[in-house]
């Protein structure tokens, strides 16, 4: 905020400025600055960083082959496991900025993933099930309903997260957690307790499947990237999300349905966790209710964090979000490739957490202003800022 | 305000309103507690017409004796979110309390170097987590949740598979039977005494300390706690130490009652903590609560287990979903009670 008024009182130093851009013209900004406050730029500095060290220590990282018309290599790798993780934390991004929290989306992923693997193989109640039933490549329903019935349960969930939140008037966390606990048990209940595997060819085109090269889980992202881009910037969604994420009791006064907003949000993210949940489900050729998408919650608030939404609400940048998913599984499938052992990856996560931790700390931001004050002796310093 | 309000009816009959106000004052502050403990014996006495079997005593102390660590880090737990704050860690740091000392015996090394030695490990790892969250002003969540990666992480490090423990100090304190007396045919093991023991502790820190009563504070209002000058930072860091310093002992009760350390160990302990915290009655955005009640939503936890286990043919995520709706149900009493308190 001090910088905005820094930049306003600069602009008005210059009258030349002033004179050709007219008045609602925004202030010239310096380069670096104006790069430095995209929202775009940590996490894309982030995703540089870690390609740079591939570039050394791992250079068979950005070897891409083409086998039987696909493109294969470690890069592919990386995008084909990102995109459930990306469309979690898109939604995940809506419900932070109203100023919420979604703890909800793994078990989302597990209940959407058990609905889809029961669909092809029933498994409801006690009913016995034979391996002559589970090894057929068939399906007991058309698959569009699959898909669709997928949809609707991980939706259904996201709708009762967001009833409990908006209308039951219960912190976010704690709403979110009830699910989070619970949902697990449904998707067991739903698939009665059991891994099942899934032997239906077409279900594995979501996760498996290419279209002209690249993996159909890429595009079904950037479908939903564009829907929510659109959902959100093209209409007035997008703007109350974040006015209620400031300040829910004066968007209420203004006259915005904050109810409402929050149950769109929460909805919205129940959706992305149900399509995260076909496709993992779909890539991995089975639903294990216990371990399918297990810690996507945490994975999806860091990639949120790393795109700069602030977890307190506020301002967003849906595509800031998805490059953080997509740094965490670059930082994922790096660590694999040098070598680190897949289980302590963990100890290297919290590392990488502590560097976005530092990276956007106060001290961090405090750091580079000054840095960028030094830079730009020449420019008239206000009392402001000085004292700031 | 509740004695303007039984006013009219001290001049109908002094001493029945006084009861009356005593009554209504304590029932409303203590509600959600009494409700918990309402549950618990609802829950254990139902469990009991169901299962005859569950009427044994010694089924009440198991209750005890598998749940210690829960009941540890709960504690620990409790007085973080008491304070407005959330540890993700516990589960982690059991984890890798269990597997480090399982390596450090493994190794040679006494276990009364090894004890005090993990304990001091939660009290760092606590320390460091509080000092991450108050001074790089790091949200909680975020902060615990690194920490829950890197402390299971180094558990993996240590050692990929489960490490068992065969010291004979370890192996005395986990098989020696304590008979309970004056009841036939009871008995408890020397860990399980632990947790009871951190309980007092943990109910005198909190009502007859300073820094029982600044946690309340802070919990309610951090910036009016600070205009008070009370030693909100000091506070902070501690409340986290303290669950550090919990979950550490936990995970020595875990490594003693099953004799390994897994990195794989407690996994998703700290939702299970969470959730007994709140069917114990404390609320989440932290202020009001009880670390009592925590002990009654671990026991309800307990009693939905061991329902289970007595049925027999109910499967094990029935427990998931009686939690999770047992949860949706005490925040429902909460807000009915806190918001009656606020206003009436």
Redesign the interface.
């Known amino acids: 905020m001090t910088e905005n008024l820094s930049t306003a009182k600069g602009a008005s130093e210059s009258p030349a400025s002033a004179q050709t851009m007219g008045r609602f013209r925004p202030p010239r900004v310096p380069l670096f600055k104006r790069v430095r406050e995209s929202a775009l730029f940590w996490p894309l500095a982030a995703l540089a960083l870690i390609l740079v060290f591939d570039a050394f220590y791992a250079p068979s990282f950005f070897r891409i082959e083409i086998q039987d018309g696909h493109l294969y290599g470690n890069l592919i790798d990386v995008v084909n496991n990102a995109a459930p993780l990306m469309l979690v934390a898109i939604g995940m991004t809506l419900v932070i900025a109203t100023g919420g929290i979604d703890l909800s989306v793994g078990a989302v992923i597990a209940i959407s993933a058990a609905m889809g693997a029961v669909l092809i193989n029933p498994a409801l109640g006690n009913q016995l099930i034979t391996n002559d039933i589970l090894t057929r490549d068939a399906t007991n329903t058309p698959l569009p309903l699959i898909v669709l019935a997928d949809l609707a349960a991980g939706t259904l969930c996201g709708l009762w997260n967001g009833f409990l939140v908006s209308r039951g008037r219960i912190q976010p966390m704690v709403a979110t957690l009830i699910l989070m606990v619970a949902g697990r048990g449904i998707a067991q209940l739903i698939t009665n307790g059991q891994i099942m595997t899934i032997y239906y060819t077409p279900y594995f085109w979501f996760g498996n499947g290419f279209i002209l090269g690249l993996p159909v889980a890429i595009y079904i992202v950037v479908g939903v990237l564009i829907l929510a881009w659109f959902v959100v910037r093209k209409t007035s969604i997008g703007l109350f999300i974040e006015s209620v994420g400031l300040n829910a009791k004066s968007s209420y006064y203004t006259g915005i349905n904050e109810k409402n907003v929050k149950l769109f949000a929460y909805t919205f993210c129940g959706f992305c966790g149900a399509i995260a949940g076909l496709i993992l489900s779909s890539n991995l050729h089975s639903s294990d209710a216990n371990n399918i998408g297990l810690n996507y919650e945490l994975d999806a608030i860091l990639a949120v964090v790393m795109g700069g939404t602030l977890m307190s609400g506020g301002r967003f940048s849906l595509v800031a979000s998805a490059i953080g998913a997509l740094v965490i599984w670059t930082f994922t499938i790096t660590v694999y490739t040098v070598g680190v052992p897949a289980n302590a990856l963990l100890a290297a996560k919290a590392v990488l957490v502590l560097a976005v931790i530092l990276l956007y700390s106060d001290y961090t931001r405090r750091l580079l202003n000054r840095f960028e004050r030094t830079d730009r002796k020449t420019a008239p310093s206000t009392d402001v800022e000085q004292r700031v | 305000m509740a004695q303007e309000m039984s006013q009219p009816r001290a001049n109908f009959n002094p001493a029945l309103a006084n009861v009356m106000q005593w009554l209504r004052a304590n029932v409303v502050r203590n509600g959600p507690l009494l409700t918990t403990i309402l549950i618990f014996a609802v829950a254990y006495v139902v469990g009991g017409q169901l299962y005859p079997a569950m009427q044994k005593p010694q089924v009440f102390f198991n209750l005890f004796i598998n749940n210690g660590s829960l009941l540890l880090v709960s504690i620990g737990m409790t007085f973080v979110i008491l304070m407005g704050g959330?540890d993700l860690s516990v589960g982690g740091m059991i984890a890798l309390t269990t597997t480090a000392s399982a390596a450090l015996l493994k190794m040679g090394v006494s276990p009364f170097v090894v004890i005090p030695l993990m304990l001091v490990m939660g009290v760092v790892f606590g320390f460091t987590q509080g000092s991450?969250i108050h001074f790089?002003?790091?949200?909680p969540?975020?902060?615990t949740?690194?920490?829950l990666?890197?402390a299971?992480?180094?558990a993996?490090?240590i050692s990929?598979s489960s490490i068992t423990i065969t010291d004979s100090f370890y192996k005395t304190l986990a098989l020696t039977s304590l008979p309970i007396p004056f009841i036939a045919n009871t008995y408890i093991y020397i860990p399980t005494l632990v947790a009871p023991i951190m309980l007092l502790v943990a109910v005198y820190l909190a009502f007859f300390t300073r820094f029982g009563r600044t946690l309340y504070a802070i919990g309610n209002n951090e910036q009016s706690a600070l205009l008070m000058g009370l030693p909100v930072a000091r506070t902070k860091i501690l409340s986290y130490t303290f669950s550090g310093f919990c979950s550490a002992l936990a995970g020595i009760v875990f490594s003693i009652s099953l004799l390994a350390g897994y990195?794989q160990f407690a996994t998703g302990m700290e939702?299970d903590a969470?959730?007994s915290v709140?069917m114990g009655g404390t609320l989440?955005?932290g202020g009001a609560g009880n670390v009592v009640g925590t002990l009654f939503g671990v026991l309800i936890y307990g009693t939905i287990v061991s329902i289970l286990q007595f049925n027999g043919t109910l499967?094990?995520?029935?427990?998931?979903?009686g939690?999770?709706?047992l949860?949706?149900i005490f925040?429902g009493i909460q807000?009915l009670f806190y918001f009656r308190k606020k206003h009436g």
């Not at chain 2, 790089?136 to 949200?139: A, D, N, S």
């Not at chain 2, 499967?315 to 979903?321: E, G, K, V």
């Open positions: 959330i991450v790089l002003k790091v949200q969540f975020i902060a949740l690194m920490g990666f890197f299971r992480g180094v993996y490090i990929l990195g939702l969470i959730a709140v989440l955005t499967s094990s995520w029935w427990t998931r979903i939690v999770g709706v949860t949706l925040i807000s």
